[in-house]
């Protein structure tokens, strides 16, 4: 394969001026890959598909993923909220939300065809450690049944790390036992929840690795509390390693940059620092890799 692309995760806006100015981004920094990030079913029309492809092609971007998130509940802030209170909204894990959620997530599969997308990724929630917990078997069903419909749209599902050990992730996608599973390597997630880190677990799940989400973080120093996000290489991810061993596994996928933070100088910033970065470690590695 040729030398992987470096890409921006950006989300859909209903405004397309606004939509326009985040493709435009992309070019701004030298790029021409991203992830593409959708919270509401009313944008995923053939609409918005139209136009995203218009703009896919007026800016020369391939759409590497399509983030699928869901419609903000009523009740409860499925969001970035208080660290309590996610175990209870955030993914199609907690009972609450399920039904709807797998409704959308099968929507946003629908809607990922449209624009031409074979990944879909989500986070799941707070999987259950222990392989006997009802919660848990019941979601190996119900991720049976996703992936039936995602197969039959040419996709893969790929869970987002961080919220589940390694290991937890990786029994997940045995005992759901789809050809059609992957994982999107978020670099910090795992720092930020307490729960490993992203050199590690590559040699957990790593054969499994569709995308990343190239981000970077410090471990938590209070239980009640994620830890803290910081530039790209400036934490504890070790980007230059997790990008040697992503080679060592043959990867084929995007390294798409994620900053959790307003748009700004300080934004732009990072992440021309991220794009040296990635760009400086990926040129070490002849990607080239022989069938």
Same mark, same amino acid.
């Given at each position: 394969m040729a030398t992987p692309k470096i890409g921006l995760f950006i989300g859909m806006h209903p405004n397309r001026q606004i939509l326009?100015?985040?493709?435009?981004?992309?070019?701004?920094?030298?790029?021409?890959?991203?992830?593409?990030?959708?919270?509401?079913?009313?944008?995923?029309?053939?609409?918005?598909?139209?136009?995203?492809?218009?703009?896919?092609?007026?800016?020369?971007?391939?759409?590497?993923?399509?983030?699928?998130?869901?419609?903000?509940?009523p009740m409860l802030n499925p969001g970035h909220g208080k660290y309590e209170d996610i175990f209870e909204t955030w993914g199609i894990i907690p009972m609450a939300f399920r039904s709807r959620r797998y409704d959308e997530l099968v929507q946003a599969s629908h809607w990922a065809k449209k624009i031409g997308v074979t990944?879909?990724?989500?986070?799941c929630g707070f999987i259950p450690p222990n392989p006997n917990d009802p919660t848990y078997t019941s979601f190996i069903t119900l991720l049976k049944f996703?992936?039936?419909?995602?197969?039959?749209?040419?996709?893969?599902f790929n869970f987002e790390t961080g919220q589940e050990t390694p290991m937890t992730l990786l029994r997940t996608i045995e005992d759901a036992g789809g050809e059609n599973l992957g994982v999107n390597l978020d670099t910090a997630n795992l720092i930020l929840y307490?729960? *490993?880190?992203?050199?590690?677990?590559?040699?957990?799940? $790593? +054969?499994? !690795?569709?995308?990343?989400?190239? &981000?970077? *973080?410090?471990?938590?120093t209070?239980?009640?509390?994620? $830890? +803290?996000? !910081?530039?790209?290489?400036?934490? &504890?991810?070790?980007?230059?390693?997790?990008?040697?061993?992503?080679?060592?596994?043959?990867?084929?996928?995007?390294?798409?940059?994620?900053?959790?933070?307003?748009?700004g100088e300080q934004l732009d910033n990072d992440i021309r620092k991220a794009v040296d970065l990635l760009e400086n470690e990926i040129a070490k590695y002849n990607w080239d890799f022989e069938e």
């Open positions: 326009e100015e985040k493709f435009q981004r992309i070019n701004k920094f030298g790029l021409h890959s991203c992830q593409l990030m959708s919270w509401s079913v009313a944008e995923r029309t053939q609409e918005s598909a139209d136009f995203v492809l218009e703009l896919c092609d007026k800016y020369d971007v391939s759409l590497s993923n399509v983030w699928a998130g869901w419609t903000p509940s990944d879909i990724a989500t986070h996703l992936l039936v419909t995602i197969k039959a749209n040419g996709q893969s307490g729960n *490993g880190n992203p050199v590690d677990a590559l040699d957990v799940f $790593g +054969k499994y !690795v569709r995308g990343t989400h190239c &981000k970077d *973080g410090l471990f938590p209070s239980g009640r509390k994620l $830890g +803290k996000e !910081v530039p790209l290489g400036e934490g &504890k991810a070790n980007i230059p390693e997790v990008v040697r061993k992503l080679h060592e596994l043959k990867y084929q996928g995007a390294f798409t940059i994620e900053r959790e933070i307003p748009k």
